[in-house]
């Protein structure tokens, strides 16, 4: 389908136009002629659908339909993180160029004037995360009294992390009479009791799960919980690798981990949600630039990251479900390049194992370096039967080059 169906805007077309827009994602296809008549949302898809145009073009529309006096916040969009209020933002920039609408992000760890000035004065669309908005509207700064949109973005990740009270809270302050828009990978029965709540008469918006894209290769390396970081080690130095993410658990083995390998020679930073946000920013444009080539994060980075040129996707920590494996595996193989994903597996991850190669349709390929000390778990790994005991020759190390750093003597 393309956009030009839609009958956008002329200068929202135009927009479309200039940003590379043609032909519409299934999720932008069903759920956009919807939103355009202004009717309440259910979205089941992920990071990676492109959902984000799904939501912004139509309330971009509805803006430019019917005017309003400045001075009012006339769109509300809560997200989980601050990368992907962020990403958000730069979306509606890019769509509303051509035109007077505004938008401003609202979230911690920055200062709070710029986003005191912002809501006081009115600004069209606001993208905030939950805390920091209960936090505005708690001292007087804001007024969602006149909100005609809202949207809750990635509301499964807001669940996890226990955002939902907060988001409650702030639903409340806005107009009973607003068009809602409710967006989840997931759709746990807290979310349903939340959009029975919030929504009216909701249209169901389903997109399947979004598997890793093809030209990704899966792969799973068995070790005891002590031997990771050596392992960690061992197939770095073996695999050559352009840009590394590693996923890890907890925002302590982040950086225990980027120091571990910082100290073996590699450039290394670490990002989780203990830094701020100059911080944060700082560490993602260094790893977009190449100024390091590995970025040991949390699981903040598996969802809103845009970085095309990723190689390999390691999971120190196998992720808590499926879901979170293919968020976090969407990093590399992106834009028809090859990719890696390799996952360090113990003995008590033997069931996310199983529920992952249910989510992908096919055993995964082990992996097993020569000459390592594995101990018994070798022997009894998840998928003993399928061990390979070499990774495949397009992803060894060449032998001049290791992975950005000089040849130790």
Not at 72 to 98: V, Y
Not at 326 to 331: A, F, M, P
Request: hydrophobic content about 35%; some cysteine; charged content about 25%.
């Amino acid at each position: 389908m393309q956009f030009s169906s839609f009958k956008l805007n002329s200068r929202l077309e135009r927009a479309v136009e200039a940003v590379g827009y043609t032909e519409t994602t299934p999720i932008q296809e069903t759920a956009i002629p919807l939103a355009l008549e202004g009717r309440d949302l259910i979205g089941t898809a992920q990071t990676g659908t492109g959902k984000t145009a799904a939501f912004v073009l139509p309330i971009l529309n509805s803006l430019l339909s019917h005017p309003a006096k400045r001075g009012r916040t006339r769109a509300l969009i809560i997200t989980p993180t601050r990368e992907l209020a962020e990403q958000i933002h730069a979306a509606i920039r890019d769509f509303a160029k051509f035109t007077s609408i505004r938008s401003a992000t609202v979230y911690g760890g920055v200062g709070m004037e710029p986003q005191i000035r912002a809501l006081r004065k009115g600004t069209d669309i606001i993208v905030a995360c939950p805390g920091r908005l209960l936090d505005h509207i708690g001292r007087g700064n804001a007024d969602l009294r006149r909100v005609e949109a809202l949207v809750l973005d990635e509301a499964d990740r807001m669940l996890d992390m226990g955002f939902l009270p907060d988001v409650r809270k702030i639903v409340a302050e806005t107009p009973s009479d607003r068009q809602t828009m409710l967006f989840s990978a997931t759709f746990a029965p807290e979310l349903r009791r939340l959009s029975s709540e919030i929504l009216r008469s909701p249209k169901r918006v389903e997109v399947g799960i979004v598997k890793p894209a093809e030209t990704v290769q899966h792969t799973l390396c068995p070790v005891t919980q002590d031997k990771k970081t050596a392992l960690l080690l061992r197939l770095l130095e073996e695999t050559n690798t352009r840009s590394v993410l590693i996923f890890t658990r907890t925002k302590h083995r982040a950086d225990r981990v980027a120091r571990q390998i910082g100290r073996a020679g590699y450039r290394a930073e670490a990002l989780h949600s203990n830094k701020t946000q100059g911080q944060r920013q700082k560490t993602l444009d260094g790893f977009r630039s190449g100024k390091f080539r590995m970025l040991v994060a949390t699981d903040i980075a598996a969802r809103g990251l845009d970085i095309a040129a990723i190689s390999h996707v390691i999971n120190y920590d196998i992720p808590d479900s499926a879901d979170a494996y293919i968020h976090r595996i969407g990093r590399t193989g992106r834009a028809e390049q090859s990719g890696d994903a390799l996952t360090l597996v113990t003995a008590e991850d033997r069931s996310t194992v199983r529920d992952i190669e249910r989510a992908l349709g096919c055993p995964i390929a082990v992996h097993t370096v020569p000459g390592f000390e594995y101990g018994a778990w070798a022997a009894t790994t998840p998928s003993a039967s399928r061990r390979t005991p070499t990774r495949p020759s397009s992803s060894r190390r060449s032998p001049t080059r290791r992975n950005g750093r000089s040849r130790r003597g």
